[in-house]
């Protein structure tokens, strides 16, 4: 059953604002023993990822940064679902911030397939996956393919890698090249309003963004595990929580909508004047969401 997409007023979201700590009592146990938090590199076959961990017997959540980014983006997130009783871990996707292409290491191989090696390296059992941008795509290839290691799914402002001609279509009558791609990335990626009313979040924004992929950096090369298509997101039997922001200017609502027809387990949030980033420009309401989705399974 298909389910309604929620859009989030602006009396909405400064209830959100206003509704306090976010509580411990809804993070069911994990069967795992409690692992100590901290932060450091995860030796896997062909490659050496960089992630945060921060312990404790909470249930697993575990976060994918965008292409403009690292683990270091979630500063918001991070504090706010420990906060709740979970065990949250980000990591460096290959490429990206510490976790670095070895031009002579191995084959790059999926991002799917690195994140299962993490999960098995980190003995996670069943976790709640939470995908932002391109992070999105990777965590759909990977309910796509693992879905039995996953008790939930969010995906946040995500395109998802669909490769149907007519949603590929659609894609390059949104985001028109080259004029698109020329655009500076925080007009591509954060909203008008946030941009005017934040300078300081936007330039913390495009610092990490710098960071995370300096000049001279090899070219990402990794592809998708599946080819993803909306018939194949038809047979995912995995919760779903799908959110964008109605300024998106890659994943506006009209295209949140194509997914949500598609995935049967799904629930969908718009949040009013957020761009690509939802979980940078409105911090409490992606975390309210993120938590009000995830206790429920």
Known sequence: ?????????????????????????????????????????????????????????????????????????WEYQRPAFAAAGYRVIAYDRRGFGRSAIDPAGAQPGTGADDLLALANHLALDRFHLVGTAAGGGVALDFAVSFPRRLRSLVVANAVGGVQDDEYLELG???RPAPQFDALPPDFRELGPSYRAANPGGTERWLALQRASRPAGSPPITQTSRNRITFALLEGLNVPTLLLTGDADLYAPPAVLKLFAARIRRSESVVVPEAGHSVYWEHPEVFNRAVLEFVRKH
């Open 1 to 73: 059953m298909r389910t309604r997409t929620r859009r989030l007023t602006w009396m909405g979201v400064a209830a959100v604002l206003a509704a306090g700590p976010y509580g411990t009592s809804s993070a069911r146990n994990s069967p795992q023993a409690p692992p100590s938090g901290g932060e450091t590199f995860a030796a896997l076959p062909g490659v050496r990822l960089w992630y945060t961990d921060t312990g404790g017997p909470g249930v697993p959540i575990v976060l994918i940064h965008a292409a403009t980014g690292s683990s270091r983006v």
């Open 172 to 174: 390059r009558r949104i």
